[in-house]
């Protein structure tokens, strides 16, 4: 099997694990063609490159995990972050969320450090917000520095 395929596998394990669901994230192929046609043209894809998973809101707020990289489009602004580069995910906590633990299932920010000092905030979808962190942190350790293409 190769690596994209193990990659893919240990995604498609995480989502079908997970108690979280939601229309807005899921296997890139479980969209719908035109979802997948669009987020592919705008990421601009290499040709070795799998899409995995995409948290997709609306056509100009999307999330997407690929094999080699995390690019995130925000209002339009399109961001692409190599695996080797993400050092650190964390959460959004501002407001009522860091008084109040409980409301931890009502986070949608995630906040990315670079190994150059830079910080990236994402916006995803609460209901699977735990999730989708996973995932990005099983792919950060995955497709860190030591793993080549």
Same mark, same amino acid.
């Given at each position: 099997?190769?690596?994209?395929?193990?990659?893919?596998?240990?995604?498609?394990?995480?989502?079908? #694990?997970?108690? @979280?669901?939601?229309?807005? $994230? #899921?296997? &890139?192929?479980?969209?719908?063609? $035109?979802?997948? !046609?669009?987020?592919?043209?705008?990421?601009?894809?290499?040709? @070795? @490159?799998?899409?995995?998973?995409?948290?997709?809101? !609306?056509? =100009?707020?999307?999330?997407?995990?690929?094999?080699?990289?995390?690019?995130?489009?925000? /209002?339009?602004?399109? +961001?692409?972050?190599?695996? /080797?580069?993400?050092?650190?995910?964390?959460? +959004?906590? +501002?407001?009522? %969320?860091?008084?109040?633990?409980?409301?931890?299932?009502?986070?949608?920010?995630?906040?990315? @450090?670079?190994? =150059?000092?830079?910080?990236?905030?994402?916006?995803? =979808?609460?209901? $699977? &917000?735990?999730? &989708?962190?996973?995932?990005? /942190? +099983?792919?950060? %350790?995955?497709?860190?520095?030591? =793993?080549?293409?």
């Amino acid at each position: 099997m190769t690596n994209q395929a193990l990659l893919y596998q240990r995604c498609k394990s995480i989502l079908e #694990r997970s108690k @979280e669901s939601s229309d807005s $994230t #899921r296997l &890139f192929h479980q969209f719908p063609q $035109t979802v997948q !046609d669009a987020i592919a043209s705008k990421s601009r894809l290499g040709i @070795e @490159e799998m899409p995995i998973v995409c948290c997709s809101l !609306d056509s =100009d707020n999307w999330t997407l995990i690929t094999s080699l990289q995390l690019i995130s489009c925000r /209002d339009g602004h399109l +961001v692409a972050l190599e695996w /080797d580069k993400l050092s650190y995910a964390s959460p +959004v906590e +501002v407001g009522d %969320l860091a008084k109040n633990p409980q409301l931890k299932l009502q986070r949608n920010k995630l906040r990315l @450090e670079m190994s =150059d000092g830079l910080e990236h905030e994402l916006a995803l =979808d609460p209901k $699977t &917000f735990h999730t &989708f962190w996973k995932l990005i /942190d +099983v792919m950060m %350790l995955t497709r860190g520095p030591q =793993d080549s293409v």
